[in-house]
């Protein structure tokens, strides 16, 4: 049988027709996450993404990542984390990033490579945590236009070579230098925001700042560090520390008003947003503890000497390990609930020390009224100090998930290749 040309033609156009609508048959009942599968083969190693819950799009969830805790990072649920900050690349006063510190070694070790590497193909940017603690060596920094210059042309090469996604500045200042110190901070915060948009589209660089800037502004400028930069990352923790004279938590979200601290969360906040708009303030709260010997189990008893064993950090994970009823050689544990600061406390005594000891619990039910604090004012997101503090406990992850829901991944970063180590 002879076909001819016309015949020919006509069966090749069926053909491909029907190829057409075949196709277009099978992705109709091809789910996304099967399309991603033969796509990426390295989709198929992770959890595909869910949808992002109804009402809740465009909030940052950011979180710290210590060096310490790199190896606590199993179960860190990047399907709801949108920034992994890694802590810390120490910098000079002459704007060098120091090469020889355990926070740069770890950086560039394969372990950390591996964690980037899921981080971004979840969609979840990775930005490097620069630090400088030392108050004179700050100083001296803000005096120095060239270092200043150096340190942002660094930070943007090493971002570049390591395919990472921008920059956190954590720089904290304690001393007494006047507001004319103010210009220069804020000018190198704007210096290297510019720089690192200009090399890297799309990233971002962010500025941790002390919750008590607006009442004690120091070298801090809020409005021009606001401005100048992408997010202010609010470290709305610290209000007591381990040296406080009397038993209370680290984040009291209220009481301020009544008298009952000396400065709070939601003070704070309120504070922030007469200088910057509520959608680049990001709530930072506390994965940690505070533990204090006490004269008696009372909010704002008096804290005792360090002969009785002191004051003490704990881990979210740690006080759930190892503040509860059965602890070895406690004769009475009682628990509470401040409702001004919306913590929990748990107080419990030795009789072998004659002391009480009162632990302050950042807990499920403590971060969720923060959370929900947040969504009321609508800042930009919350974060936390810090990553791997909850162990491999669930319930943060749970929550953050109830309150913010599934994230949509950051198509921008899940393309970029991380870079191999020998490259940094």
């Known amino acids: 049988m002879f076909i001819n040309k016309k015949e020919q033609v006509a069966a090749i156009t069926l053909g491909l027709l029907g190829s057409i609508f075949l ?30 819950k109804e009402g809740k799009a465009g909030k940052e969830v950011f979180g710290f990542l210590p060096h310490w805790n790199a190896n606590k990072t199993d179960s860190i649920d990047f399907n709801v984390l949108t920034t992994l900050a890694y802590f810390d690349l120490k910098a000079t006063a002459d704007g060098q990033i120091i090469t020889d510190d355990p926070g740069y070694q770890t950086f560039k070790s394969r372990e950390m490579t591996q964690v980037f590497k899921r981080a971004h193909i979840a969609g979840t940017r990775v930005v490097a945590t620069l630090t400088m603690m030392d108050g004179s060596d700050i100083e001296t920094f803000l005096d120095d236009p060239n270092a200043q210059n150096q340190l942002a042309d660094q930070s943007v090469e090493l971002v570049q070579r390591r395919g990472i996604d921008g920059i956190n500045l954590d720089f904290e200042y304690f001393g007494g230098a006047g507001p004319e110190n103010q210009p220069k901070f804020s000018s190198f915060v704007d210096q290297l925001t510019r720089k690192m948009h ?3 589209p799309g990233s971002k660089v962010s500025v941790s700042l002390y919750a008590s800037v607006v009442q004690s502004p120091r070298i801090y400028d809020l409005k021009s560090i606001a401005n100048a930069s992408d997010e202010v990352f609010m470290m709305a923790y610290d209000f007591a520390n381990v040296s406080s004279d009397y038993a209370m938590p680290t984040a009291p979200l209220y009481g301020h ?65 190892f503040v509860k009823p059965d602890m070895e050689g406690v004769t009475e544990f009682i628990t509470g609930w401040d409702d001004d600061a919306k913590v929990s406390w748990k107080a419990y005594y030795k009789p072998s020390t004659g002391v009480w000891r009162m632990s302050f619990s950042e807990d499920k039910r403590s971060l969720g009224a923060k959370y929900d604090f947040a969504l009321s ?48």
């Not at 109709?28 to 992002?52: D, G, H, W």
């Open 257 to 321: 008003s009544k008298g009952k601290w000396w400065y709070d969360v939601s003070t704070a906040v309120d504070d922030f947003l007469t200088q910057m708009p509520a959608s680049k303030l990001v709530l930072g709260n506390p994965y940690y503890n505070l533990n204090f010997p006490v004269e008696q189990p009372v909010m704002k008893a008096a804290t005792l000497s360090a002969w009785t064993g002191g004051a003490q950090t704990l881990t979210y994970a740690d006080e759930k390990k």
């Open 23 to 52: 196709f277009v048959f099978a992705l109709k009942f091809t789910s996304i996450n099967s399309i991603q599968k033969f796509l990426s083969p390295l989709a198929m190693t992770f959890s595909p993404l869910k949808p992002l």
């Open 377 to 424: 004012r609508n800042l930009g997101g919350v974060g936390m100090w810090a990553l791997g503090n909850d162990g491999d406990n669930p319930e943060l992850w749970d929550l953050l998930r109830e309150k913010f829901g599934i994230k949509l991944a950051d198509n921008n970063v899940i393309n970029k290749l991380i870079s191999d180590v020998d490259h940094i």
């Open 198 to 200: 200009e090399a890297v």
